[in-house]
Every structure is written in structure tokens, then in C-alpha cells.
């Protein structure tokens, strides 16, 4: 069974950095290219970044967070990390992870609220 567990949220101050974490379980991770996804308040989940199956493909970012994120992977854990600098308020949101092409499973994802 397709399973993802996310961590590494919580409230965080305008400019503040936080790393997020995702264990992934039940399919052949490292075949996959991985994505991080974020649903704000009363907005449609969105794709954040998207990190290739070996570090030569092509990565991807949203252009609100380039250059503040930086997404990774480690195929010997199933881990998808998500570095999160220089938060602003309009990062706020539920962080998930899930393939690039999702599947149909989610996880409960990880809250990140930014603010003063």
C-alpha cells in the first residue's frame, strides 16, 4: 500500500526556515520522479518542486519559491526533504509529497503557517 508520512511543520516567523520530511513506502521510490505539494487556505493543492529519480534530471520549481526552496531526495531512506527558506506568509499552507503524477493515496501532510 502506497503510504506518506510527512513532518517538519509548525509556525514559523516571516524569514524564518524550516525543513520538511517525507517517508515514502509501498512502490519502487527510487524509479520515481517526487514532488512536493502544498494546499493554502481555501485554494486547490498546488505543486511546489519536483526532484528527478537521479540528480542529473531536470528539478523543478514553483516561481514563487525559487530560490528560497530546495527540494531533495535520499533513495536509501524513501525520504523526500523540503529546505524552506525565508518563509513568507503566503507559504502558509498543508505540505504533502507524493510522486510527480501523483498517486491516488495521500498523506496527512504537514501544516506550515507563517506569521508574526
Known amino acids: 500500500q502506497v503510504q506518506f508520512v510527512e513532518s517538519g511543520g509548525g509556525l514559523v516567523q516571516p524569514g524564518g526556515s524550516l525543513r520538511l520530511s517525507c517517508e515514502a513506502s509501498g512502490f519502487d521510490f527510487s524509479s520515481r520522479t517526487m514532488a512536493w505539494y502544498r494546499q493554502p487556505p481555501e485554494k486547490e493543492r498546488e505543486v511546489v518542486a519536483t526532484?528527478?529519480?537521479?540528480?542529473?534530471?531536470?528539478?523543478y520549481y514553483r516561481d514563487s519559491v525559487k530560490g528560497r526552496f530546495t527540494i531533495s531526495r535520499d533513495n536509501t531512506k524513501n525520504a523526500v526533504y523540503l529546505q524552506m527558506n525565508d518563509l513568507r506568509s503566503s507559504d502558509t499552507a498543508v505540505y504533502f509529497c507524493n510522486a510527480d503524477g501523483p498517486f491516488g493515496f495521500w498523506g496527512q501532510g504537514t501544516r506550515v503557517t507563517v506569521s508574526s
Open positions: 526532484v528527478p529519480r537521479h540528480p542529473t534530471g531536470e528539478f
